[in-house]
T-cell receptor, first 113, second 117 residues
């Protein structure tokens, strides 16, 4: 059974601090997706990592992928309140990605002033 | 606006009833996916349709069924509803329907929040 595990599941941090969210997965997939969900809202695609060693950055968020370790990280630099949300990582349900995604349980991130 | 339209946004009904959730995919997307989101189970894949054909089933109960119509919109039918079916139901769409080396980024709708009393 395909498993996607995120940790931590809940994170409260102060503005200006740095932190990393971890995503471990059990498949041999070389693709990894990150999504963001605001409370009561839909999921929004943040990053798609397509190969081992891939790194993507946007603003204060940086995602990376290590397919050998089956690990992706989402690093937050100098956090600001607007980044408060739930972050999900996901992998393809099947090889080639035709059958949608399996998601982790999400990391609920609260950034306090 | 993601381009994926879901109706209704909110639905309150009683146990034992039947409801239909509707989804219109983003223009040009042939694949529709249904997900259920609840606090205890997280985001669970239910079913995938591509160009009118069922492609994959996930943790979908026998009381639930879905279809995709020729105009590509999809409906998720939930019957004999139980309290535990209360959840947020998402529809997502993508252009991909076959294995590919490219990413299969799903675009999600705003969701339909179902409350069963």
């Amino acid at each position: 059974e395909l498993k996607v595990e995120q940790n931590p599941l809940f994170l409260s941090m102060q503005e200006g601090k740095n932190y990393t969210i971890y995503c471990n997965y059990s498949t041999t997939s070389d693709r990894l997706y990150w999504y963001r969900q605001d409370p009561g809202k839909s999921l929004e695609s943040l990053f798609v990592l397509l190969s081992n060693g891939a790194v993507k950055q946007e603003g204060r968020l940086m995602a990376s992928l290590d397919t050998k370790a089956r690990l992706s990280t989402l690093h937050i630099t100098a956090a600001v309140h607007d980044l408060s949300a739930t972050y999900f990582c996901a992998v393809d349900r099947s090889r080639g990605g035709a059958d949608g995604l399996t998601f982790g349980k999400g990391t609920h991130l609260i950034i306090q002033p | 606006d993601s381009g994926v339209t879901q109706t209704p946004k909110h639905l309150i009904t009683a146990t034992g009833q039947r409801v239909t959730l509707r989804c219109s995919p983003r223009s040009g997307d042939l694949s529709v996916y249904w997900y259920q989101q609840s606090l205890d189970q997280g985001l669970q894949f239910l079913i995938h349709y591509y160009n009118g054909e069922e492609r994959a089933k996930g943790n979908i109960l026998e009381r639930f069924s879905a279809q995709q119509f020729p105009d590509l919109h999809s409906e998720l039918n939930l019957s004999s509803l139980e309290l535990g079916d209360s959840a947020l139901y998402f529809c997502a769409s993508s252009a991909q329907g076959a294995p590919s080396s490219g990413a299969n980024v799903l675009t999600f709708g705003a969701g339909s929040r179902l409350t069963v009393l």
